[in-house]
């Protein structure tokens, strides 16, 4: 909910706190889809449990995506990106058949507030890594997001940071490739 008609909420994670021992705290984020039919494993045999789609696919389809785990100051970030959505001010939509379908399913259009956020967990004994959120956000109207009112395109940033600095190979796997309208004739790699 909160999208642009014909748009989608596309972000995955879990959010995994511990009050008395932050050293458990864990989000797991990335591109898997958490229902039935998504379930795969290293042998890419399917979910047993699959919806059926179009028969090309077969009757299990093999799926190959990423999840992470990450640990540390991170897990915050994650769950403040959780939290910016969950109470946000924007109408759950604004498409009045989707508003309808809502009320006939009897669906909760009143999020419960989450409550105080804890502190960010510590940094990982040993860890080596640095983790940034990005995301993307579009510019909803007619009024945008409390916490992104003009959007947000940090996953863009973020590439176009990368690639400005490599050196000799770059490697991205990402559903969505972002490029500005004006660039519309070159070429993606």
Not at 1 to 6: A, C, D, F, G, T
Not at 101 to 121: I, K, T
Request: aromatic share 8%; charged share 25%.
């Amino acid at each position: 909910m909160r999208v642009r008609n014909l748009g989608a909420h596309h972000q995955k994670f879990v959010i995994l706190r511990h009050r008395d021992d932050s050293t458990r705290d864990v989000a797991y984020v990335g591109g898997i889809d958490i229902c039935h039919s998504r379930r795969d494993d290293a042998r890419h045999t399917g979910d047993p449990q699959a919806l059926q789609i179009a028969a090309a696919y077969g009757p299990t389809p093999a799926w190959h995506d990423v999840q992470a785990a990450l640990r540390g100051p991170v897990v915050h970030d994650v769950e403040t990106t959780f939290g910016e959505r969950w109470e946000d001010s924007t109408p759950l939509t604004l498409n009045p058949g989707r508003t309808l379908s809502s009320f006939l399913q009897g669906e909760d259009q009143e999020p419960r507030p989450l409550g105080e956020q804890w502190p960010p967990p510590g940094p990982v004994s040993g860890g080596t890594a640095a983790v940034q959120v990005v995301r993307t956000y579009p510019a909803i109207l007619p009024k945008g997001y409390d916490f992104a009112p003009d959007g947000e395109r940090s996953i863009a940033l973020a590439n176009s940071k990368a690639v400005a600095r490599a050196r000799r190979l770059i490697y991205v796997e990402d559903q969505y490739l972002w490029r500005p309208k004006s660039a519309s004739t070159l070429p993606m790699c």
